[in-house]
């Protein structure tokens, strides 16, 4: 691909992006503009045949003080790789790595450019809307990285009109404090919305340090987190067809990264410093909705220990540009252009890096049928030194039997999927590796959805079969040299089952919910390019076969009670399978009692975690706390 300014072509556009801003707002009753009815903003909508799954709003409400590393644990079946209770957190998403899973917030990817991915231990649920987790590839709809699949972050909706405020207060086992205040504001034309937090845990439980003769008891050192952060959205209103948005993120990460078992502590620390700022614009016209995306993205970490001082800072812009047009009930087009610009100054590199990428996107969503979904997407990328594949996805969705209260789907699609080298495996010195080829995968899936309804009763379960194969798979190995380098070494294949269920009910005033997830993952290299054969056909490290997951929700007047338990099966910690760490199960349970006072309510909350007080490990030599309790309380004026 030939060299483009991308500063240039952001210019161009947010130009054309003010003018078509400054039309939107005359008045449009001269144009007697026609009006549009779309499907939808977001891409889970063309996403036919897919499996997309929204984390309850209540659980979110419920454990509000929590990271997204901790939610997305215990409620999906993606597993999360914890180093400790302060270190970080990566996810493994059927089985991929955590640079195959993207993690897009208001619809923009905010993965580190260096790193390929995120630490979910510093994306906190306190200012996140909503979440939502869309299981397998999905290249053709988030671009790089989402081989695994992708988790969709939105910003709060401001609900009602006038002034809202919260308060939160938090206190808990092992040192920890969490507080949190927010705002809002909405009338006709103006919502707004901001919040602030701040968390300290100082970590210090006990546990059987495995890593020292006996496995004596051994209270943990050297674990404290301290993090705090603002959001902001606000949301105006131009004309009748017309809205700007501004958001904005800023978190801040302080840890004392907590040594293994039995090592000699380091003093390692890292610092996190991550600020979002994001601007929107949407136009409904005759030719359908139009919006464009300007975002910067700021990431700094600062790692220190006995003998080492790295610093990684990268500034990232990005734009945007949708179109969507509908026609009726029948279907959906939807065009769109994306830009990027790293700016990376990492002391690992040498010195200063910069790179421009591009994508361009159709995704079309035809019903035919009231019964009968089908979408079609495609997606090129442009990256300089680099050409990746057309990203397709085809997919169905078909009510084939309507049985009164029962409702039977067939749903399915076939999928592409790539990944670009980070800028830490082509840069990073000594050992980054510039021939690095990308990564590019392949998925089908096919299942069954049931749905059933009668008076207050609901149920809806949902059955998934995967295959998938992601060829030039990147692991760093040792060069021999005294160094790691990362190179292209595998061909790795992922199949799988996905089992989840959820019913409800009401009787009287009382209110029930149980859900219920399985995931059988078989991950295996079965092509090596380098190394032992003797890897081949082997479970990847820290892929559990057995993920279960059980929840349960109830309200009873002003009472409401949540119930989790989670089991991890077996995971092998090498490539050859003959070491491994056993699986383990967690309970947590929330009570919580409402009480209305004048205008507001106040929401008090028990919640004990690790309720058996199991002792376990999502990384190997990495203790993670044993039972703790917390007390929330949550003033809400409305």
């Avoid at 927010?182 to 340090?209: C, M, P």
């Avoid at 995704?363 to 495609?378: I, Q």
């Avoid at 992601?470 to 089992?499: C, I, M």
């Avoid at 309970?587 to 009692?593: K, P």
Wanted: hydrophobic letters at 35%.
């Amino acid at each position: 691909m030939e060299q483009f300014t991308i500063r240039g072509v952001l210019f161009l556009m947010v130009f054309c992006c003010l003018a078509v801003i400054a039309r939107a707002q005359q008045d449009t009753s001269i144009y007697q503009l026609k009006a549009v009815e779309v499907f939808g903003k977001p891409a889970e909508v063309f996403a036919a045949g897919s499996r997309v799954s929204t984390l309850d709003s209540s659980y979110l409400r419920t454990y509000a003080s929590g990271t997204l590393a901790e939610a997305l644990q215990t409620r999906t079946p993606l597993y999360l790789k914890t180093y400790g209770a302060s270190g970080i957190s990566s996810v493994s998403f059927r089985g991929t790595s955590a640079s195959h899973t993207a993690v897009l917030w208001n619809g923009l990817n905010i993965a580190m450019p260096s790193l390929g991915q995120n630490d979910f231990a510093t994306l906190p649920l306190s200012g996140i809307g909503s979440v939502a987790v869309q299981h397998g590839a999905a290249g053709a709809h988030y671009g790089n990285g989402a081989i695994g699949g992708a988790v969709l972050l939105q910003s709060p909706e401001q609900a009602g009109k006038g002034i809202g405020a919260e308060l939160q207060q938090e206190v808990g086992s092992f040192g920890r404090y969490f507080s949190n205040a927010a705002v809002r504001y909405s009338s006709n034309k103006l919502t707004v919305g901001a919040s602030g937090y701040w968390q300290e845990a100082q970590n210090n439980f006990t546990y059987h340090d495995l890593g020292r003769f006996g496995a004596p008891e051994t209270r943990q050192e050297h674990a404290r987190v301290q993090q705090k952060g603002l959001t902001q959205d606000l949301k105006w209103k131009l004309a009748p067809r017309s809205y700007l948005a501004f958001r904005s993120w800023y978190t801040y990460t302080h840890r004392q990264l907590q040594p293994a078992m039995g090592a000699a502590a380091n003093k390692a620390e890292q610092l996190d410093k991550n600020l979002r700022l994001m601007a929107e614009f949407g136009y409904t016209s005759r030719i359908g909705e139009t919006t464009v995306k300007a975002a910067y993205f700021s990431d700094f970490l600062h790692y220190t220990d006995v003998s080492n001082n790295s610093v990684t800072d990268i500034n990232t812009y990005q734009l945007q540009a949708e179109q969507t047009y509908t026609y009726g009930q029948s279907w959906s087009l939807r065009g769109g252009l994306s830009l990027q610009h790293f700016a990376a100054d990492v002391q690992g590199y040498g010195g200063q890096v910069s790179e421009d990428r591009a994508a361009a996107f159709l995704l079309f969503r035809y019903d035919p049928t009231p019964r009968l979904a089908l979408s079609l997407n495609l997606r090129q990328a442009f990256i300089k030194g680099y050409n990746p594949v057309p990203t397709p996805t085809l997919g169905a969705n078909w009510q084939f039997m309507n049985l009164g209260e029962h409702q039977f789907y067939l749903k399915g699609n076939v999928s592409g999927s790539y990944r670009v080298p980070t800028l830490n495996e082509r840069f990073w010195r000594p050992g980054g590796n510039p021939l690095l080829k990308p990564e590019e995968g392949w998925q089908a899936e096919s299942g069954l959805r049931h749905t059933y309804s009668k008076g207050n009763f609901t149920l809806e379960s949902e059955a998934t079969g995967f295959y998938m194969l992601v060829d030039n798979w990147v692991l760093w190995a040792e060069s021999g040299f005294g160094y790691w380098t990362p190179l292209n070494l595998h061909k790795v294949r992922s199949q799988g089952l996905e089992l989840s269920s959820r019913a409800t009910t009401v009787v009287g005033e009382f209110r029930p919910g149980l859900s219920f997830g399985y995931a059988l993952t078989s991950t295996q290299q079965i092509k090596s390019y380098e190394g032992s054969a003797a890897e081949l056909n082997r479970q990847l490290p820290y892929v559990p076969l057995h993920k279960v997951t059980f929840s349960t929700d109830a309200a009873w007047r002003l009472w409401t009670f949540t119930g989790n338990l989670l089991y991890n099966s077996e995971r092998f910690t090498n490539n050859n399978n003959s070491s491994s760490m056993p699986g383990f199960a967690l309970l947590g349970l929330a009570l919580g009692r409402q009480f209305n006072l004048g205008p507001g309510s106040l929401h008090c909350t028990l919640r004990a975690d690790n309720v058996t007080n199991t002792e376990y490990q999502t990384m190997v030599n990495r203790a993670m706390p044993p039972r703790a309790y917390t007390l929330n309380l949550r003033f809400i004026i409305p």
